[in-house]
């Protein structure tokens, strides 16, 4: 069997990343798991021995310890153990992450690149919002919660994103875009690949 292959997708909350990944999917055949939607789900578990702890980590717009996180990527990735590429979005959003990453999953598989989705924090707050009235029935998209995650994202999640640039592994996406055109830019870097 060969080594899998991961894409992180990172980005601020709102920015896209779960409906490109979604695209991603349909045209390129990757899984994609999102460690927010794997949490969510574990949170959604009668008698799950952490769900009150994601929960209130959720609403504060604050990480979950890796080792939650990382051991529900793992189970994930060991249940689609056929398919050999994936994509990781939403994660890893701080040094702890991070860290927790590279000391279990990371040795093996083999991650491809860091797909990063840019766009300014005023509209992707914008959007969490309008996702909240048209009734995502998320607990986080509330202006409270945004604040939290924003802040989170500047102080945590960038300097992960700014590590990655350093070793040269960031493909920058303009994210400010509609739907459609924002996934022209990425085809343009996953036929790259492909090829
Ligand atoms: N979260 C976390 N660790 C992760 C991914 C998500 O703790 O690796 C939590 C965190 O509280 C975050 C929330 O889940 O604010 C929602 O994450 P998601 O990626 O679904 O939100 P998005 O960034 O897409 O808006
Ligand atoms: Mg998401």
Redesign the pocket.
């Known amino acids: 069997m060969s080594v899998p292959k991961v894409i992180f997708v990172l980005g601020p909350?709102?920015a896209g990343?779960?409906t490109q990944c979604q695209k991603i999917v349909q045209k390129y055949g990757y899984v994609h798991l999102?460690?927010?939607?794997l949490?969510r789900e574990e949170r959604a578990k009668p008698g799950s021995q952490y769900g009150e702890l994601i929960e209130s980590?959720?609403r504060d717009?604050?990480?979950?310890p890796v080792e939650i996180?990382c051991s529900l990527l793992e189970k994930a990735m060991m249940a689609k153990s056929e398919m050999n590429k994936f994509l990781i979005?939403?994660?890893p959003?701080s040094e702890n992450?991070l860290n927790g990453w590279n000391d279990s999953v990371d040795k093996k598989v083999k991650l491809l690149f860091v797909l990063y989705f840019d766009c300014p924090l005023e509209i992707c707050t914008e959007r969490?919002l309008a996702r909240g009235a048209a009734g995502s029935g998320r607990s986080?998209d509330n202006i409270e919660s945004l604040n939290k995650?924003v802040k989170?994202f500047l102080s945590e999640t960038a300097p992960i994103i700014q590590h990655y640039k350093e070793l040269d592994m960031v493909k920058t996406v303009d994210a400010t875009k509609s739907e459609d055109e924002v996934f022209t830019e990425v085809t343009e870097i996953f036929d790259n690949i492909e090829a």
């Open positions: 909350p709102g990343k779960g999102s460690a927010g939607d949490l980590y959720i717009g604050k990480i979950v996180t979005d939403g994660f959003r992450n969490c986080d995650r989170t």
